[in-house]
């Protein structure tokens, strides 16, 4: 596609719900990225995906956040049992290569509410 | 965590001067920075990146400089128009890692 696409642009859920998120990456990208972006914050790394190897989850906040890239191309973000600090814009971009020095093209994000 | 932060929050410039974008970082280890724009309701977009073996980068209208003594970059926006309101971030990143860190961001905002 033309650039990152990200779905729902605007996710409002309650309390204890479970939400997806979705990343469609630039084509040929191999790299994939998710951020959580808090309100007046900067961009807080979630997890890496490169190719067929296994993803960086280190900067997943907890136990109910999990990623899945399907066929090296779409991602979806999970949450489930919402909480309220969860609310937040989730980013996704992706890049050629999982190399440091190549540049990361990010979608519109995802704004996350939850009541 | 990196630390990467900023020195002023907010910066209003009247339209057609200069702007300068601070950015400290904490890791001497860190050898590739970029700075991103992000305008309301946007991701982030590249706009200029720099290693540590230079000192200075130039692009359209941008200018990066690093300074690996003190940990310091900063961006220049020369003649900012309107357009260029928006929020800075710098990320810094370490070769063969996966993860950059970024600042909080900078608003700038233009006064026509």
């Known amino acids: 596609g033309a650039g990152v696409s990200q779905s729902p642009s605007n996710k409002v859920t309650e309390k204890g719900k479970d939400v997806e998120l979705r990343c469609d990456p630039i084509?040929?990208?191999?790299?994939l990225y998710w951020y959580r972006q808090s309100l007046g914050q900067g961009l807080e790394f979630l997890i890496y995906?490169?190719?067929?190897?296994?993803?960086?989850k280190s900067g997943l906040p907890s136990d109910r956040f999990s990623a899945e890239r399907t066929g090296g191309s779409v991602s979806t973000l999970t949450i489930q049992r919402t909480q309220q600090e969860d609310s937040a814009v989730y980013l996704c971009a992706s890049s050629l290569q999982g190399l440091s020095k190549n540049i990361q093209y990010f979608g519109a994000g995802t704004r996350l509410s939850v009541l | 965590g990196e630390s990467v932060g900023l020195h002023l929050p907010t910066l209003s410039v009247q339209e057609g001067d200069n702007s300068i974008i601070n950015c400290a970082y904490s890791n001497s280890a860190s050898d590739y920075f970029i700075w991103y724009k992000q305008e309301s309701g946007k991701g982030p977009q590249f706009i200029i990146d720099?290693?540590?073996?230079?000192d200075k980068r130039q692009g359209q209208r941008v200018t990066v400089l690093l300074n690996k003594t003190v940990k310091h970059l900063s961006l220049q926006i020369a003649a900012t128009q309107p357009g260029d309101s928006a929020v800075y971030f710098c990320a810094e990143n370490m070769e063969n890692f996966n993860k950059f860190y970024f600042g909080s961001g900078t608003k700038l905002n233009v006064k026509p």
């Open positions: 084509s040929g990208h191999t790299a």
């Open positions: 995906f490169q190719g067929n190897s296994a993803p960086d």
């Open positions: 720099i290693r540590s073996n230079m």
